[in-house]
């Protein structure tokens, strides 16, 4: 049974930074992309980030470009989203999720295990 569990979450003020991880057990970990997303309160859940199963390839939503940074240590079965120069409109709740193949994709159909989530809250 594939478990994804994330951490990291919390209040930070806008401009600030916050690192989430997602330790995940179960199923061979190096052998899937990862991915994170999010979704805001009342809005429907979108494409944050993804990596390949190597770590060599990463997609972004534009919105985080420049300021989030997807990273896995497949030694460890972690998947990280280190998040820099938060902003007001990043408030929301973060899931990380396994996708079906070794290469990432931002289409949520393609992820068959999720996380709880975790929440992540920047005040302006």
């Known amino acids: 049974q594939v478990q994804l569990v994330e951490s990291g979450g919390g209040l930070v003020q806008a401009g600030g930074s916050l690192r989430l991880s997602c330790a995940a057990s179960?199923?061979?970990?190096?052998?899937?992309?990862m991915g994170w997303f999010r979704q805001a309160s009342g809005k429907d859940r979108e494409f944050v980030a993804a990596?390949?199963?190597?770590?060599?390839?990463?997609i972004y939503t534009d919105s985080v470009k420049g300021r989030f940074t997807i990273s896995r240590d497949n030694a460890k079965n972690t998947v990280f989203l280190q998040m820099n120069n938060l902003k007001h409109e990043d408030t929301a709740v973060y899931y990380c999720?396994?996708?079906?193949?070794?290469?990432?994709?931002?289409?949520?159909?393609?992820?068959?295990?999720w996380g709880q989530g975790t929440q992540v809250t920047v005040s302006s």
């Open positions: 999720a396994r996708d079906v193949d070794k290469y990432p994709s931002r289409d949520q159909r393609f992820y068959t295990y």
């Open positions: 179960g199923g061979i970990f190096s052998n899937y992309a």
């Open positions: 990596i390949a199963w190597s770590g060599i390839g990463t």
